[in-house]
């Protein structure tokens, strides 16, 4: 059974910076992509960024890129999202998302952690 728990969530003021993590089990991050996927308050799921461990490749959306970086201890099965400059628009509940091949990139899911950017 594949399990995601995110942690690392909570209140920082605009310019912060917060650190996310989320911990598998049952799932690696050596084959498979691990994904963070946001929703903002009254609104649907956003991607915000994915890793290939196999590749060592990382994806960004626009509206982090610069801003975010992704990275995964595979050791210790643990993905983190290292969060600089937030922005009041990166208010939302952040979940770890990860893939069981490349038609299902976000098979699975945590139950997410709530990141407000807020003065």
């Known amino acids: 059974e594949v399990q995601l728990v995110e942690s690392g969530g909570g209140l920082v003021q605009p310019g912060g910076s917060l650190r996310l993590s989320c911990t598998a089990s049952?799932?690696?991050?050596?084959?498979?992509?691990i994904s963070w996927v946001r929703q903002a308050p009254g609104k649907g799921l956003e991607w915000v960024s994915t890793?290939?461990?196999?590749?060592?490749?990382?994806y960004y959306a626009d509206s982090v890129k610069g801003r975010f970086t992704i990275s995964a201890d595979n050791a210790k099965n643990t993905l983190s999202l290292q969060m600089n400059s937030l922005k009041s628009e990166d208010t939302a509940v952040y979940y770890c998302?990860?893939?069981?091949?490349?038609?299902?990139?976000?098979?699975?899911w945590g139950q997410g952690t709530l990141v407000t950017v807020s003065a």
């Open positions: 998302a990860g893939e069981d091949g490349p038609y299902a990139p976000f098979e699975y």
């Open positions: 049952g799932f690696t991050f050596d084959d498979y992509g």
């Open positions: 890793i290939y461990r196999h590749t060592s490749t990382t």
